[in-house]
Each structure stands twice: as C-alpha cells, then as structure tokens.
C-alpha cells in the first residue's frame, strides 16, 4: 500500500535531485566508457577502432597475468576467511563466555583503519630489513623470509593483509545471521538427543547458509577490485607477481593515457562480475 | 568438566584473534614515537620512545599534513551530510510514491550497484577534466553523490514506516516535504545514522578515485598524503610515516569509542538485511 499523494509532483522532488546526479555522473559514465572501449581517446578526439581494444586485451599477457593473480588471491583467500569468519562467528555467540562485547569490538576494528595506513603498517611489519615480523621468526628460530621479493611470499602478504582486515567484519555479519537462527529448532533438535556437532552440520550450516553465501559473494566482489593493498604494498611486484586487475588497469588508463583499452578492460572485469552475481542469485533463489 | 575445557578453549581462540586484530594498532602508535633506527632494530621495543616530537616536525615538512587533514574533513563531512539528504529523500519517494515509471528507474539504478567503479572512473575523469574540477574537492563529492547504495537503503526502511503518520500530517495540513522533514525523518533517526557512519568511514578511507582527480600536494586527502610519503624513490622517515597514519586514524577511532554499537549496526547496515 504506497500511500496516494494531493500533488502531481511530489515524488519528483523527492526522488529528482538524486536522480540528477545518478543520470550525469552514473548512467551517462557507464554508457560513455562503452563507447570508449571501441574507440581510440587521443588529446580530446575520439575515433572508432571497432573491437581493436578489445583484441588488444585478449591478447596482452600482462592482462592475462593480472587476471590470474586476482584469482589466485581470491581463490586462497576468500575461502580461508569465510572459515575463520564462520568459526569466529560461532564463537562470539557461545553462551559460555563473558565479555562477549569486548571480543565483538576488537575483531570488527581490522575494518576501521583505511587501507593506505594498514597497507603501509603492513610494508613496515613485514620489513625484510629488520621488520618485526622477520625478527619474530628470527627469535623463534626460524630464518627471516623475503616478503617484498618473492613472487609467492608477496601473494601470501596481500592474503594476510586482506584476511587480517576483513574477517572480523565477515565473522561479525555471520554473527548476525546466528542470532536470527530460532532458538527453538535447537530445542527440538535437544529433545531428540542431537549432540553440538549434529545441531552445528543439521541446523546451523543450513539456516546460515543464505549469509554464508552472500558473505562469500561480497568477498569474491571486493578481492575482483582489488587495487589499494598491491598498488601500495607490494607495488604489483615483484616480476608483477601481485599485479592486480585493476592494478593494472590503472597503469594503463593513468599512467599510459590509454583510454580506450582502459575502458574495454573494465568492462570485461563488470562482466565477469556480473557472472559471479548471476551464479550468486541462482544459488541464493534455489534456496 | 566439559564445559570448563570448552570455555577455555574458546577464551583463548578469542583472546588469540583480538591480540591479533588490535596489534597493527597498538604497533602504529608505539611506532609513532621510534625512529628509523628503533623501528627497524632487530628488537623492537613495545615502550614508547621520545621521537614523536621530532616526527611530527619531520612530517609536516615533508607534506602541508594538517591541509590534508582539513581536506580529509572538508570533502567527507560535505559528502556524508549530502549523501544523507539525497538519499533519504529518495529512498522514501521510491518506496511511498505511486509514479510512472517507479518500478522501472529503481530497476534500472539498481543494476549499476552490480557495476564496478572502475568502469566509470575513465568517462568521469574526462568530465572533472572539462568542469575544471581536478584538484577541487567537488570532483571527489559530486560524482560519488550519483551512488546507488543509500538509496537503496534507506528505501528499505521507509517501506515498514506506516502510512497513518503521514495521512495525519497532511490532516494537519502539513505539505509532502514538511510532512517528510518534521514527522518522518525524525524517526529515521537510527538509519540515518547507520547511513551516516558507513559513507563517512567509506570516503575518509577512499584512495583510488581521490589519486586519479588530484594531484597536487595541496589539494590531497590524507590517504593520497602518506602514500605519497612512501612512494618508491624518496627519503623515507618511517616514524614521521606512523605519526601520519594516527592523525588519519584517531577520529574514526575516537567516533568509534563513543559510537559503538551504532557504529557496528552502521558498518554492517549493508550486509545485513534487517
């Protein structure tokens, strides 16, 4: 029931202003930089080269290799957070424990700092030149590793960064799809004898499972955009081992003035988001 | 028995994740008063040194800091209020107003949340070109009033806000936009806030658009400030660096400390659908 107004206009002076903005700096962007991906942007004139960008892309081995690593990184990553985020979760809901605010506080404030000075934090924690971390693992025996100049060890870097950051947050969404869980299936379920684990695999899991998959969609989205912890961090390096898509995209729209490849790169990053979305609504409706 | 081995357990799973998450923290403000040689020592110590002095002085030769941190307040406290007006008043025109057309532009505003920034950044980076916005906090706040986000939102929550209110207000004789401004967003309060909390940490935090559209020291955030501090090639004073990152950090902290439980509902208002 929407409610029925006295005057015509109404509506258009609520909804007017935003939609202003949404047409000049939203609809009209998105539509421009289509065009854009077919055409070559040189000192203000635009010429049509067809799907030349597009080809350029499909065949550039630094595009593949930076689509490679954002996988790469999103495959290891998303998956060992939501784990933890789902373990974290459980945990700050146990009736058992005291303080359960506290521990709620200090695992979501990963998510206050900015990501240029936890980005930075992270550069001097993990120092190869006496960095804390390295001195750590000095003092427990081990030998000082090279963060910033092996290819695997800067991936693992940006995963603990990223996984350091986000996974109170994640635990503190899944936190709240635990308590929108009805008490009384874990009554029912007491009755007939479950034990912890039976109610964990038969109740839990399944009532969660529509936040667990939008926790896991929502991960995947921000790890495909990639841009502030390797820009910074690892500097895409080394041998662009942690070039990111949108990394490199950057490079190319910012650093080289390539506008047109640019904007055929990002929109073949917005369809392969588009994909994951679509994957994302079937799985959510089968529910 | 039992339990009393499970609630160890999980007492110390906790105590192990929050040391974790709090430690870069604590590290950043320990580390604001070391110098080079203090950070990098083989030994770092968790006792607060004496240079903080000096590293303040040092960063703000190095960049114009405190015009950063003006900037850094100027464009998010600007952004957050005007996200907060547009979007609510939009958020209830689309879920209270029978238009032509409701369904189908809400639609259609909505498929852009599925699109990410960047494709935008190229055609909106020629725009601020030719509004001669680069280097003005504008080409930072107007584009990003065009966000989809809030509005969606706030049209959430004013789909459960009854009727009756507003009929009586315009009983009272009140028009549509007092009716709006006096009786209903007055008891929107809480969601406002939520709206509030997550644009501000949001924007104050924001790196990739802000780097595109300035590029004078000037005219920088305080993000675009101390990456800039770290850029490969110059003298890097790391001290000054952190004394940097907790000038950055400190009034989120601060807001968070007096907020926070409306300010985890605000962070997590997006995730969670209520």
């Known amino acids: ?287 | 028995m039992k339990h009393t081995a499970a609630k160890i357990a999980i007492y110390i799973v906790l105590i192990v994740a929050s040391v974790i998450a709090l430690f870069p923290f604590i590290w950043t403000f320990i580390a604001a008063t070391h110098n080079n040689a203090q950070i990098f020592n083989m030994k770092f110590t968790f006792l607060p040194q004496s240079h903080f002095g000096d590293n303040l002085k040092q960063l703000q030769t190095s960049v114009p800091i405190w015009k950063n941190l003006g900037n850094s307040i100027f464009i998010t406290v600007t952004y957050t209020v005007l996200i907060i007006l547009l979007d609510s008043m939009a958020g209830f025109g689309f879920a209270k107003y029978h238009f032509k057309g409701n369904k189908t532009i809400f639609f259609i505003c909505l498929i852009t949340m599925m699109i990410p920034p960047q494709v935008t950044m190229v055609p909106l980076y020629i725009q601020m070109n030719s509004m001669h916005w680069v280097n003005t906090p504008w080409a930072i706040i107007v584009p990003g009033l065009a966000s989809m986000f809030g509005v969606f939102l706030m049209r959430q929550n004013f789909e459960q806000f009854p009727n009756d209110l507003i009929e009586s207000a315009h009983i009272d004789g009140a028009g549509d936009l007092r009716a709006f401004f006096q009786i209903v967003l007055p008891t929107m309060k809480p969601s406002l806030a939520s709206l509030g909390i997550l644009t501000f940490v949001q924007q104050w935090g924001n790196y990739m658009w802000p780097l595109i559209v300035l590029n004078k020291q000037s005219s920088y955030t305080l993000p675009l400030s101390l990456a800039m501090l770290v850029a490969p090639g110059n003298v890097i004073n790391y001290g000054s660096i952190m004394v940097g990152a907790v000038i950055t950090l400190l009034p989120v902290l601060i807001f968070f400390l007096i907020f926070q439980k409306n300010f985890i509902a605000g962070m997590l208002s997006g995730a969670v659908k209520g």
């Open chain 1, 1 to 287: 029931m929407k409610y029925r107004l006295k005057q015509k206009f109404a509506p258009f002076i609520f909804v007017g202003p935003f939609l202003i903005f949404f047409i000049i700096f939203m609809a009209y962007p998105i539509l421009y930089s289509l065009v854009l991906s077919f055409c070559k942007y040189r000192a203000g004139h635009i010429a049509f080269v067809g799907l030349k960008n597009y080809a350029y892309l499909l065949t550039e081995k630094l595009f593949y290799q930076s689509l490679g690593n954002t996988f790469v990184i999103l495959i290891i990553q998303v998956p060992i957070m939501t784990v933890l985020a789902l373990v974290l979760g459980n945990l700050l809901n146990s009736a058992l424990i005291k303080l359960k605010g506290a521990f709620r506080m200090f695992t979501f404030m990963p998510v206050l700092i900015d990501s240029v000075s936890y980005s930075i934090v992270f550069m001097l924690l993990f120092s190869e030149n006496g960095g804390f971390i390295n001195s750590m693992i000095s003092t427990l025996g081990g030998s000082p590793q090279k963060w910033f100049s092996s290819g695997p060890l800067a991936v693992l870097l940006i995963i603990l960064a990223l996984t350091w950051r986000w996974t109170g947050y994640n635990s503190l969404i899944m936190l709240a799809g635990l308590q929108n869980i009805s008490p009384d299936l874990y009554e029912a379920a007491s009755i007939d004898g479950a034990n912890s684990f039976v109610k964990f695999w038969k109740i839990t899991i399944p009532q969660l499972k529509p936040v667990i998959i939008f926790s896991i969609f929502n991960s995947m989205n921000g790890t495909l955009q990639l841009f502030t912890e390797p820009q910074l961090l690892t500097q895409g390096g080394p041998a662009n081992a942690t070039l990111t898509t949108v990394l490199y995209l950057y490079q190319v729209g910012f650093k080289n003035f390539n506008f047109g490849v640019a904007s055929a790169g990002s929109y073949i990053l917005a369809v392969i988001i588009a994909i994951f979305t679509l994957i994302q609504l079937r799985v959510t409706r089968e529910d």
